[in-house]
């Protein structure tokens, strides 16, 4: 939707505008999920208290999109300001057997979906012609679920474990000016501080840029 | 032109990113890489097992001097021990108590401790009279008796352990004097341990849980074993919930840190005409020569649905190396802390494969 919006409204072609907003689409991965927590539960067995631990799911590949507001001057100067981005798992996964406080638990990653919040950062960008090239250092917060179960003798009660935390990713692009406002590019995104620990994986992404 | 390229971009990647995003599938198996189906080493604890009886037959033998068991146990507990009703603590001929003496030693040249363990059950050496035994607790005279036979039956052994079963809650002053005057005429010579049921509340969530003053007999035993067995004792299910001795162990752990949570060898059959012990093998062998599937329940536990003589519907709940290693794998430490010790009840019952699979896992 956010890419079909962007795509129909019209375009407004102004050379060097401060303002400008990015849709992009692509692939993150995440080299280990992180462990999640879960809401207070109440089985036959037992009661989990809320905010138990419940292991990772292992490395999981997702496809989304972010919508981003992006602040450029004329210096070259880039201030990413704040965006929106969903992400769903891709592939077959596994079930993955763990433990909740010591009962047996069971997570879906097929179930996964992820959401992030891109915060402000800063970055630098230069032109060549009709190219650019650019570089950022962007916060964050994510916030991911996963449905799964925790076992009670025979029986097992569904839960919806889930993980939110800080982010810090680089972003690293490559552009090409399609007008004076408009612009494709290749975005490369390694997260330096993900949910799942440092150095957890990153994105790779298409992205279109228009100036507002 | 421009405009129209860079739309047919815009609608494609998100076209794109709307087919594929969301089609994720289950695979057909569980992921092996992580979690507790990862073969990644087990939290390490103190292991113990339990022989129902005072025989160790030749199949137990040669599994508790495999290399594999030697690793994952320290103690063996006899269950050998029967109180008779004026408080005489049996096996009495000498003839068994030398070919006891001799299991007992060969045990140990294996390089574990044996334990005594004292089973309060009537002379069928199978049931726990609860109002019996609570009778022959209440006589002082009775207590002294045993304590007095209980050591001498004792004397081959490194130690003594208390089973006492389906108490009356009445018994508990009298439960805490008997394991008293044990631990006053045993330690520090012999160890004492004493099982305890598995409550998971004050007061017990048990019948005849009260009968046990954890607090009074922490401080008279070197060992308290949680007998997390039989979690499902009526409507079929597995033997054990892990979650659940978790919170049991907890309860004993108030009490002190020595604390053993008990492990099932052995799996139930569930009919209309009630439950039965079964071995792992039985389990198996019913699965086998009915062409039956063998499931596995939410712990992991296996399961073999099978109809028996007259039409009866059956379910057998059992475990095996995988439900096993899952279960001590998800006791970690942060569930159960490192001193917690796991006494496996019933050797002779279990996958021949578990304590081969048990030590690899075992740093």
């Known amino acids: ?212 | 032109m421009k405009t129209a390229w860079i739309r047919a971009l815009t609608l494609s990647l998100g076209s794109a990113a709307t087919a594929l995003a969301g089609c994720a599938s289950e695979a057909d198996e569980p992921n092996a890489r992580v979690g507790l189906a990862a073969e990644t080493a087990l939290p390490a604890r103190r292991g113990s097992v339990i022989v129902d009886g005072c025989v160790v037959d030749t199949w137990q033998r040669a599994t508790l001097a495999s290399p594999a068991a030697r690793k994952v146990l320290r103690e063996v507990v006899l269950l050998c021990g029967v109180p008779r009703d004026d408080g005489v603590v049996g096996p009495r001929d000498a003839s068994s108590r030398a070919a006891l003496a001799k299991v007992v030693s060969d045990l140990q040249s294996e390089g574990y401790r044996v334990h005594l363990g004292l089973a309060f059950t009537d002379e069928t050496g199978q049931r726990y009279n609860g109002a019996q035994t609570a009778r022959l607790l209440s006589d002082g005279a009775k207590r002294g008796t045993i304590v007095k036979t209980a050591r001498e039956l004792a004397a081959p052994f490194d130690g003594v352990e208390v089973d006492l079963q389906g108490l009356p809650d009445e018994a508990r002053e009298d439960v805490t004097a008997l394991v008293s005057a044990l631990s006053a005429d045993l330690r520090p010579a012999k160890s004492l341990a004493v099982f305890v049921p598995p409550s998971v509340s004050v007061p017990s969530d048990l019948p005849g849980g009260e009968a046990f003053s954890r607090g009074a007999l922490a401080a008279q035993v070197d060992r308290l074993r949680v007998m997390t067995l039989d979690y499902s004792d009526r409507a079929p299910g597995p033997t054990i919930d892990p979650g659940w001795a978790v919170d049991a162990a907890r309860l004993a752990l108030a009490a002190t840190p020595n604390v053993d949570v008990a492990y099932p060898l052995y799996g139930t059959d569930f009919g209309p005409r009630g439950t039965r012990a079964i071995t792992y093998l039985e389990a198996r062998a019913v699965a086998a020569l009915g062409g039956l599937t063998v499931e596995r329940g939410p712990t992991g536990a296996p399961f073999v649905r099978y109809t028996a003589f007259g039409a009866e519907p059956h379910v057998l709940w059992f475990d095996d190396a995988e439900s096993t290693t899952r279960a001590l794998g998800a006791w970690t430490y942060d569930a159960l802390p490192r001193e917690v010790g796991v006494v496996f009840y019933g050797l002779g019952a279990e996958d021949p494969a578990l304590f081969d699979a048990l030590a690899a896992r075992t740093p």
């Open chain 1, 1 to 212: 939707m956010v890419f079909a919006s962007a795509a129909l409204s019209p375009a407004v072609a102004r050379a060097d505008l401060d303002l400008q907003l990015a849709a992009s689409g692509g692939t993150a991965y995440m080299r280990s999920t992180p462990s999640f927590t879960t809401d207070e539960l109440s089985t036959s067995a037992r009661d989990i208290a809320q905010g138990t631990s419940i292991g990772g799911a292992g490395s999981m590949t997702l496809l989304g999109s972010t919508l981003d507001v992006i602040m450029t001057f004329r210096s070259g100067l880039l201030v990413p300001l704040g965006g929106l981005g969903v992400y769903l798992p891709v592939g077959s996964y596994g079930r993955v057997i763990t433990s909740a406080d010591g009962s047996i638990a069971e997570l879906r990653p097929w179930s996964a979906y992820r959401v992030d919040v891109p915060l402000p950062g800063i970055g630098y960008r230069v032109n060549r012609r009709r190219y650019t090239f650019g570089g950022s250092v962007r916060t964050g917060v994510a916030w991911m679920r996963m449905s799964g179960s925790i076992a009670a003798g025979g029986e097992s009660e569904a839960m919806r474990p889930t993980r939110s935390g800080f982010v810090l990713q680089a972003e690293l692009e490559v552009c090409r000016r399609f007008d004076p406002t408009t612009r494709g590019c290749i975005q490369l995104a390694p997260r330096v501080i993900d949910l799942g620990g440092p150095l957890n994986g990153g994105l790779l992404s298409l992205r279109v840029e228009w100036g507002i």
